[in-house]
């Protein structure tokens, strides 16, 4: 029988799982592909570390040219993560004419323009579908699934660490700071948690996913990017009131020929499906111009979600050799030469409707002035809410405006903070009151 020769990089989280899978699932990924997939070898920083894997004939080593470089592989399967090494193995894999699969959403992200390329001139594939929102098989539907239609919008919850955070921040009433040593605590969040708290890891797979949507190399530089420290339990408890949901969304968008990719917290209606997608749990929401609006939803993250994607590109590249039809689908569903680079929106030129929180003194005249720079900047104000007194502390000030551009939110905000009366930067959440 024919065989797929593979070799692993790392052996962490993700590469337990998929050596699990490879080693425990032999049979059934036979009778699926007519292929066996053989792991020949692993190669790991720390290979004397015990995996808890009894590994048969499997060869572990630290020399990770014994993978990229050697004559019996292949199929480099990368799960070390972080751009270098990585990038390097890579480029020396796709030279030595292996395909390669990878879950490192950091490295496409940045160096897909480099990547895919080579892979394309050496005629080898490089398949990501694990790279983002781990079991959810997003990357095939885009590719495939959808490729009839011209794809619109695109929006999801893209990082389960923050998803986690949001939803224990409204389910205990506790601050960000708890919240987050909590999630540490628990293995949610990483020690150094900015890749996921400061939106970057849900950037970086927002850029994959609108590369394929929108038929260009991914980059990360065109997105604009904001994560939820800011977002403080006095939003969430004001959302909630509202009737809103607060969640970290990646949403690119494309109208007019103009695309907007941003990674920010937004509010979304409580009755909407997204509003529903509640802790580590991940969702996307692909609106295409014929299929309308289809929805995703599933484990983002975890050693066996995402090393099952991992092994179902495994399993793709083995029906694909088998059948002699490699390069069948490119990798961003477009022909290399139909891809493009987008015109971008500009943040200013965003429009719709905010959440304005300010903390003011408690004395009269001081609502008429806020409402006075407002009207200046001719935003309309939809509803104003404030609760609490005190003669003392600042109160919360909270204000919904109806649809305007971001450049007059961000004009009106930055001279309500020349206010004597306003007593802390104010604060602004997009609203999203259509999704669905
Ligand atoms: N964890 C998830 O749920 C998840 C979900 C989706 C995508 N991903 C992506 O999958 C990839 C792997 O993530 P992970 O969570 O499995 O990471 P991990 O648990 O930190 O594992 C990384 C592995 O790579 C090895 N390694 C790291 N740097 C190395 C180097 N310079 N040389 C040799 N070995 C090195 C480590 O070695 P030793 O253990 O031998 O010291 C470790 O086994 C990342 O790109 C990540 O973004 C992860």
Redesign the pocket.
Known sequence: MQELRIGV?????????VVELLLTQGELLRQRTGVVLRLVRI?????A?D?GLPLGEVELT?D?QRVVSADDIDVVV?????L???RSLLMTALQSGKHVV??????LALYGHELFPLAAARQRELLFE?????AIPIIKVLRESLAANRIDQLYGILNGTCNYILTEMREQGSPFAEVLRDAQAKGFAEADPSFDVDGI?AA?KLAILAAISFGSYPDFQQIHIEGIRHVSDIDIQWATEMGYRIKLLGIAKQDEGRVELRVQPTMVPVGSMVASVEGVYNAVFVRGHAAGTTMYHGR????R??AS?VVADLIDLARSSRAGCGGRVAPFSMLPEALQQFPLRQTDDWRGEYYLRLAVADRPGVLAEVTQVLARQQISIDAIHQKGRSAVAAVPLIMVTHATSERQIRLALAEMEQLDAVQETPRFIRIEPNVV
């Open positions: 990089l790392g052996f962490g989280v993700v590469g337990r799982g190669a790991t920083r720390t290979p570390r995996r630290d990770l990368e799960l070390i993560g972080g270098e090494p990585a990878t879950a490192n959403k950091a490295l694990a790279a983002v929102a781990g890891d970086h983002g993250a975890g050693e979600p995402t994607s």
